[in-house]
């Protein structure tokens, strides 16, 4: 742990505050809750910030060839931001470097989701294959910051990935909790590989999220999951990237899946702090989509959120199979700022979109694939016009569920209209032949 006094004055500029705003405590304070048991925001001085925070500043950052030495402030993409993130000191950083993901585009995506420009910001490039790198980074971080002996998180795969990494790096201990038998084979993979202690619970997400919260309490280890505030201050940076990316004049949507609601929560109070401190001058539409089988925040939506819906979750995209979201006061809140919308999408529909993307050498894991389906379902029913420019997120690598994306080539799914399926061969060179000569005949 640092220094009381030095981590004091690193975090004197920021504290812990109540969502509404009720409530506050000094950052350098272990909790997630506040005392009347409300979600809590990092709270950074606006005003202050002002003169200081500029596009200028961000601007000047982007460094395009790191040097041998990680300098986090110029080669990651979250710390680039840090004045809006954590102002840690420098060289307490905890960084793969994170961030820095491309756009990509494709005039079969666009045609397909029925607008003219589509934009892809690929999360699954991070360095363990998802957006979680970029919390992780902030949360293991402020975890060192704070002294934590061990951390710990409940994850359907990425975030317990993406934690134990992390904490491999700073050389803290891991626990991470997952639903037994239901997160994909990559995730559990990289659990393993980078020594957390791996407990599978008997149960589903929303049993592992109850069990750690109560672990962490009685244990006092440090809690990773996007409950912690922190997490999310790190998520906001996918936000500030779009935005610099398209050299501050905002897209007119940004479209995502939805699980635990974490980044929801995080790019609605990213595209606030960035139109309250003028880096933009607009903001942008925030459409949260989730899968059919685990859409308790959709559902509640249509009751424009008088219901607080939960649910038993089931989906295909095992990522957002999450019935009773930790961060959905934060996500409500993210719709209201944002003039924000929701929709759901079925299991067909998401590997449907998820082989197209495939398809065109970008590639994502399922979750990922519901915010371009989501995208076509809103340009249908006339919610997004197709003139307006769309950046759809994906959250996670193709690599990271080998499974889901084999099961729907190889004929387990009835509508695989994408279905590329392999084809068994005799080895002889006649054999090869005829079959190369028959798809190419196919082809023309
Ligand atoms: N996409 C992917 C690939 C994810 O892993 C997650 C969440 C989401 C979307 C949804 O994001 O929770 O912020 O709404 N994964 C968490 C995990 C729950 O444990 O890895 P959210």
Same mark, same amino acid.
């Given at each position: 742990?640092?220094?009381?006094?030095?981590?004091?004055?690193?975090?004197?500029?920021?504290?812990? @505050?109540?969502?509404?705003?009720?409530? *506050?405590?000094?950052?350098?304070?272990?909790?997630?809750?506040?005392? *009347?048991?409300?979600?809590?925001?990092?709270?950074?001085?606006?005003?202050?910030?002002?003169?200081?925070?500029?596009?200028?500043?961000?601007?000047?950052?982007?460094?395009?060839?790191?040097?041998?030495?990680?300098?986090?402030?110029?080669?990651?993409?979250?710390?680039?931001?840090?004045?809006?993130?954590?102002?840690?000191?420098?060289?307490?950083?905890?960084? @793969?470097?994170? $961030?820095?993901?491309? &756009?990509?585009?494709?005039?079969?995506?666009?045609?397909?989701?029925?607008?003219?420009?589509?934009?892809?910001?690929?999360?699954?490039?991070?360095?363990?294959? =998802?957006?979680?790198?970029?919390?992780?980074?902030?949360?293991?971080?402020?975890?060192?910051?704070?002294?934590?002996?061990?951390?710990?998180?409940?994850?359907? $795969?990425?975030?317990? #990935?993406?934690?134990?990494?992390?904490?491999?790096?700073?050389? %803290?201990?891991?626990?991470?909790?997952?639903?037994?038998?239901?997160?994909?084979?990559?995730?559990?993979?990289?659990?393993?590989?980078?020594?957390?202690?791996? &407990?599978?619970?008997?149960?589903?997400?929303?049993?592992?999220?109850?069990?750690?919260?109560?672990?962490?309490?009685?244990? $006092?280890?440090?809690?990773?999951?996007?409950?912690?505030?922190?997490?999310?201050?790190?998520?906001? *940076?996918?936000?500030?990237?779009?935005?610099?990316?398209?050299?501050?004049?905002?897209?007119?949507?940004?479209?995502?899946?939805?699980?635990?609601?974490?980044?929801?929560?995080?790019?609605?109070? #990213?595209?606030?702090?960035?139109?309250?401190?003028?880096?933009?001058?607009?903001?942008?539409?925030?459409?949260? %989509?989730?899968?059919?089988?685990?859409?308790?925040?959709?559902?509640?939506?249509?009751?424009?959120?008088?219901?607080?819906?939960?649910?038993?979750?089931?989906?295909?995209?095992?990522?957002?199979?999450?019935?009773?979201?930790?961060?959905?006061? @934060?996500?409500?809140?993210?719709?209201?700022?944002?003039?924000?919308?929701?929709?759901?999408?079925?299991?067909?529909?998401?590997?449907?979109?998820?082989?197209?993307?495939? =398809?065109?050498?970008?590639?994502?894991?399922?979750?990922?694939?519901?915010?371009?389906?989501?995208?076509?379902?809103?340009?249908?029913?006339?919610?997004?016009?197709?003139?307006?420019?769309?950046?759809?997120?994906?959250?996670?690598?193709?690599?990271?569920?080998?499974?889901?994306?084999?099961?729907?080539?190889?004929?387990?799914?009835?509508?695989?209209?994408?279905?590329?399926?392999?084809?068994?061969?005799?080895?002889?060179?006649? #054999?090869?032949?005829?079959?190369?000569?028959?798809?190419?005949?196919?082809?023309?």
């Amino acid at each position: 742990m640092l220094h009381e006094k030095t981590l004091n004055e690193a975090l004197a500029t920021i504290s812990l @505050r109540s969502i509404d705003e009720q409530e *506050s405590y000094p950052a350098g304070q272990i909790r997630y809750l506040s005392d *009347s048991g409300l979600l809590l925001d990092v709270a950074h001085d606006l005003d202050a910030l002002r003169s200081t925070v500029t596009r200028e500043l961000f601007d000047q950052r982007v460094r395009h060839a790191p040097g041998p030495k990680i300098d986090p402030v110029t080669d990651s993409g979250v710390w680039r931001y840090r004045e809006l993130i954590l102002p840690a000191p420098v060289n307490s950083i905890v960084s @793969r470097p994170e $961030g820095n993901t491309p &756009l990509y585009e494709h005039p079969c995506m666009s045609e397909w989701v029925g607008v003219n420009s589509l934009y892809l910001k690929h999360e699954g490039e991070n360095p363990t294959g =998802s957006f979680k790198d970029r919390g992780m980074t902030v949360g293991v971080t402020q975890a060192v910051l704070m002294g934590a002996q061990a951390v710990a998180c409940a994850s359907t $795969g990425n975030t317990s #990935a993406s934690m134990a990494a992390y904490a491999a790096r700073a050389g %803290i201990p891991a626990f991470v909790f997952i639903p037994a038998g239901k997160i994909a084979a990559g995730k559990l993979a990289q659990a393993l590989a980078y020594g957390a202690h791996t &407990l599978q619970v008997n149960g589903d997400f929303d049993d592992a999220m109850r069990l750690v919260q109560q672990v962490c309490e009685q244990l $006092g280890i440090y809690l990773l999951n996007s409950l912690n505030p922190f997490r999310l201050e790190g998520q906001k *940076s996918i936000v500030f990237e779009i935005l610099q990316g398209f050299d501050w004049n905002p897209p007119d949507w940004i479209v995502l899946p939805g699980g635990n609601l974490g980044n929801t929560a995080a790019f609605g109070k #990213a595209l606030h702090e960035a139109h309250t401190l003028g880096l933009i001058d607009h903001l942008p539409r925030l459409a949260t %989509i989730q899968a059919e089988g685990a859409s308790p925040f959709y559902q509640s939506y249509l009751t424009q959120f008088a219901e607080h819906k939960s649910m038993k979750a089931n989906t295909v995209a095992t990522a957002i199979s999450i019935g009773n979201p930790v961060s959905y006061e @934060r996500a409500i809140r993210a719709l209201k700022w944002t003039n924000g919308v929701s929709i759901s999408v079925t299991d067909e529909e998401i590997m449907n979109a998820k082989a197209l993307i495939d =398809s065109t050498g970008i590639g994502c894991e399922p979750a990922s694939a519901a915010s371009v389906a989501g995208a076509r379902k809103l340009v249908d029913n006339g919610t997004i016009s197709p003139d307006e420019t769309v950046v759809g997120i994906l959250t996670g690598n193709l690599l990271k569920d080998p499974t889901a994306t084999v099961d729907y080539h190889t004929g387990k799914w009835p509508n695989a209209k994408l279905a590329n399926q392999p084809v068994r061969v005799e080895p002889t060179l006649a #054999a090869v032949q005829t079959e190369i000569e028959r798809r190419l005949s196919k082809a023309h």
